[in-house]
Structure formats: structure tokens, C-alpha cells
């Protein structure tokens, strides 16, 4: 019987990551490890596998195996982003960010200054959150995430008018944006804008039926609305 670690299984793992069965190929990147010896390589890509999964531990202890090896961009800058993503999944945003941190540093691109932005943003520093969104902004004008998260960032900076401004892009960008709509209509509510809040509520409340947080939202916009 031959190696598992053949052109064949690494074949086989493509086609399932391409159709997002990551179990499987979890499963064959395991029968490959046994005869690898660790190696870094498939170690980054089981690791991929593992935060799909939402295995979050074992994305970690992957993506630290790997970079004991790997070094230099783009794979050890995606590796220290993936593990930053383990990481803040895991509530452990401080070391997210240092994670964030060494993939910018290695590779400032939209992916890891979006990735840092939002270490950043649940880290409440809006601030530097704004000016990563801002540089993924200009990589990527039509980044929809960049948008809502400088909206949302502007708002609890109580710069509203900005914060509408973004909302207002991503919904261009996306006409059936949940998050923007959500976002804007809870700043609609906070600035008593009762019928913007509402139109934007209910419209998310359409698209994505259900969510208590809307609902409530949506119930004090419908009271104070002109009838």
C-alpha cells in the first residue's frame, strides 16, 4: 500500500476544499501528516480546514507549528491571520491582534488590514480601526465589510453623520446589506429618525426573518412612527 501523502490525496483535498467538505478533507489531510513529519506545508492547510470547522484549538496548534518553519509572506502572513481569526473566535482579542499585528507587518494587504481592523473594532479602539478600514477602502472601493465596520466605528465615535455616509456606501455596494441595514437603523433609532429606522429594520427583519434584536428595535420604531 503507498504513502498517503501522494499528488493523488493532495488532488482529492483540493477538489474537496473547492466544495467546501471540510470534513473530508480534514480527514485526508490526517491520512497525509501521519507519513509528512509535520509539514508546514499541509499543517497551514489543515489548519484552513480546522476554522471552517470551527475547531479553533487545533486551527492554533497548526498554524504554531507551521510558522516555526514558514517565515516570510504570503503564507506566513495568512497563517498568523488565520490563527488571529482562532484567536478572536476563542475571546482572546488581545491575542488576535498581536497576531494581526505580524500579518500586516509581514504583508499589508486588504485581507490583513481588514483582519486587524476588526481585532481592533471588538477591541473598541475605533480609532486605528478607522484608518485600517481606510487603507482597505483604498485597496478595495468596493469592500462592503470596510464600509459597515467604519460606519459602526464612527458611530460609537458619536460621528454619526460619517457613520450614516458609510452605511450609506455599503448599501450601494449591497442593496440587501443586513449588516448596514441593521447598523443604520439602529443609528436612525438613536437619533429618534423614527421612519428611516423602521423602513431599514423591517427590511433586514425581511431578509433575515427572526432576529430578537431586531424585533425589539423594530417594535420602538413602529410606536413612535407617523401613522
Request: proline share 4%; charged share 20%; hydrophobic share 40%.
Amino acid at each position: 500500500m503507498g504513502s498517503p501523502h501522494t499528488p493523488v490525496n493532495l488532488a482529492l483535498c483540493a477538489i474537496y476544499t473547492r466544495q467546501q467538505d471540510w470534513s473530508k478533507a480534514l480527514n485526508l489531510y490526517d491520512q497525509i501528516l501521519l507519513n509528512a513529519h509535520s509539514k508546514p506545508e499541509i499543517l497551514a492547510m489543515r489548519a484552513e480546514c480546522y476554522l471552517h470547522l470551527k475547531q479553533y484549538a487545533n486551527a492554533i496548534a497548526d498554524c504554531s507549528k507551521a510558522l516555526e518553519v514558514i517565515k516570510a509572506p504570503p503564507q506566513a502572513s495568512l497563517l498568523y491571520a488565520n490563527r488571529g481569526y482562532a484567536q478572536m473566535h476563542l475571546n482572546k482579542p488581545t491575542q488576535a491582534l498581536a497576531d494581526f499585528n505580524e500579518a500586516v507587518k509581514l504583508n499589508p494587504g486588504k485581507v490583513e488590514l481588514s483582519a486587524r481592523g476588526d481585532a481592533l473594532l471588538k477591541n473598541h479602539q475605533y480609532e486605528p480601526a478607522l484608518k485600517d478600514f481606510a487603507r482597505v477602502i483604498e485597496l478595495d472601493k468596493s469592500n462592503y465589510h470596510a464600509f459597515v465596520a467604519s460606519g459602526i466605528c464612527s458611530a460609537a465615535l458619536h460621528r454619526d453623520d460619517k457613520a450614516l455616509d458609510f452605511f450609506n456606501e455599503a448599501l450601494t455596494i449591497d442593496r440587501s446589506g443586513i449588516e448596514a441595514l441593521i447598523e443604520r437603523g439602529a443609528l436612525h433609532l438613536r437619533r429618534q429618525n423614527w421612519q428611516q429606522a423602521f423602513n431599514d429594520l423591517n427590511q433586514a427583519d425581511q431578509l433575515n426573518p427572526g432576529d430578537a434584536l431586531v424585533l425589539k428595535q423594530l417594535d420602538v420604531a413602529r410606536a413612535h412612527r407617523p401613522q
